[in-house]
């Protein structure tokens, strides 16, 4: 139990981040009163956060049961990546005339972090580093609606890579891609960058199919 007490958009942060982290496994069913005395608070903020992730979908609401981690369903993630491999393109090609030069750094030094990383010691590194490439180019593209859309979207993917580390055995899916994404923005190559920001959700869409489907 924390003694400082936190407030709801905190709370779902850290729910939020544990879901998709898998600290709390597909299927897990949430006790709000557990919770409920872990922050310190009543039960009432924390049937807010559980309707907040409910709306995100990472929380099924089951009445007279509790809130269920919502099961990785893969007929799901297809509709999801049906979405996110026009809109992440699009994001990319709209963040190319408008990213900042601090942001440019910013890529550049997730892609040499790539480089240096042994896939065995720093997958979860890895797919932080992905999301946060991915966070760059969201918050350059210039469009809030877009960017809401696709951060939601977000959370089931990146909860997807952290479920699949075990079907990974190269960092080149994060790099390769990515690094072609990164050299289209710096050429202001808007084709370039589409391409390859659709081709890097392609390669993972298929590595998965491959190993588990």
């Known amino acids: 139990m ?7 958009d905190k709370i779902y942060e850290i729910l939020k981040s544990r879901i998709i982290h898998l600290e709390y496994e597909p299927g897990l069913v949430l006790n ?30 089951v009445p007279r049961f509790g809130a269920q981690v919502t099961p990785i369903d893969f007929k799901q993630m297809k509709y999801i990546f049906e979405v996110t491999r026009e ?8 963040a190319v005339e408008r990213i900042s030069e601090e942001k440019v750094k910013e890529l550049e030094e997730i892609m040499l972090r790539f480089e240096n990383y042994d896939i065995g ?34 959370y089931h993917t990146e909860r997807l890579w952290h479920y699949c580390e075990q079907y990974f055995d190269s960092i080149d899916l994060f790099s390769h ?10 050429e202001k190559d808007l084709d370039k960058v589409e391409q390859y920001a659709r081709e890097h959700i392609d390669e993972f869409v298929f590595k ?6």
Not at 2 to 8: F, G, N, P, R, W
Not at 87 to 94: G, I, N
Request: aromatic share 6%; with cysteine; hydrophobic share 40%.
């Open 2 to 8: 924390t003694d400082i007490k936190l407030d709801t």
């Open 32 to 61: 709000e009163v557990d919770l409920a005395e872990e922050f310190n608070i009543s039960r009432t903020p924390i049937r807010k956060v559980f309707q907040l992730l409910h709306s995100d979908k990472l929380l099924n609401i």
């Open 87 to 94: 809109l992440d393109p699009f994001a990319s090609r709209l």
């Open 121 to 154: 010691k720093d997958y979860q590194n890895a797919i932080n580093d992905d999301e946060q490439f991915h966070s760059i180019i969201l918050s350059s593209c210039g469009n809030p609606w877009l960017q809401d859309i696709l951060t939601s979207l977000h």
């Open 177 to 186: 891609t990515l690094g072609k994404v990164l050299e289209g923005i710096k």
């Open 208 to 213: 998965i199919k491959k190993e588990m489907l």
